[in-house]
């Protein structure tokens, strides 16, 4: 599990376009639902 979750937020991070404050957002939300 712990992979995993290593492995999404990277993705969308590199995925998600915006600004760096929406990046840090997503970024930190993937890992909470993780």
């Not at 995993?4 to 929406?22: A, N, Q, S, V």
């Amino acid at each position: 599990m712990s992979d995993r979750g290593r492995g999404e937020p990277k993705h969308f991070f590199t995925g998600e376009e915006g600004t760096l404050g929406e990046k840090k957002y997503w970024h930190l939300h993937n890992y909470t639902l993780l």
